[in-house]
């Protein structure tokens, strides 16, 4: 499993209007898969999912913080942190996602994963 990762994914506005889940969802099942090499990925409970809505130059932007957990085929737990944004532009849901693993997290890494997600523009 990787130390840190980021991805950007481009959805379908959910139909129940979950925008928070949804970019859960894409950070946690990059590209939409739920099991990657024979691992198991869960999303976290909605209460440890940290949400902040800003407007940043014009653009409404959710700001996420949540845990997250896979568990490997032999059965090891990997717990990640990790950070988000979403923001709809033309009937779209556009995520970016930075994560680490929580036993390689510290102060500076959260930083770093903070400044990136938080770079996030739509154009």
């Known amino acids: 499993t990787q130390a840190a990762c980021v991805s950007v994914e481009e959805l379908d506005i959910p139909a129940n209007g979950d925008l928070a889940t949804a ?3 894409a950070a946690v099942y990059p590209g939409g898969n739920q099991l990657v090499e024979d691992a198991t990925l869960t999303l976290p409970a909605k209460r440890l999912i940290k949400t902040v809505s800003e407007t940043v130059d014009g653009q409404d932007i959710m700001y996420l913080e949540f ?3 896979t568990i ?3 059965g090891y737990n990997i717990r990640r942190k990790n950070f988000a944004a979403a923001a709809v532009k033309r009937d779209k849901l556009y995520t970016i996602a930075a994560s680490a693993r929580s036993d390689q997290f510290n102060e ?3 930083q770093l994963l ?3 997600v938080r770079s996030f523009r739509l154009r």
């Open 108 to 110: 500076d890494k959260k």
């Open 72 to 74: 490997t085929r032999s």
């Open 23 to 25: 970019a859960v969802a």
């Open 114 to 116: 903070q400044h990136i």
């Open 67 to 69: 845990p997250s957990e």
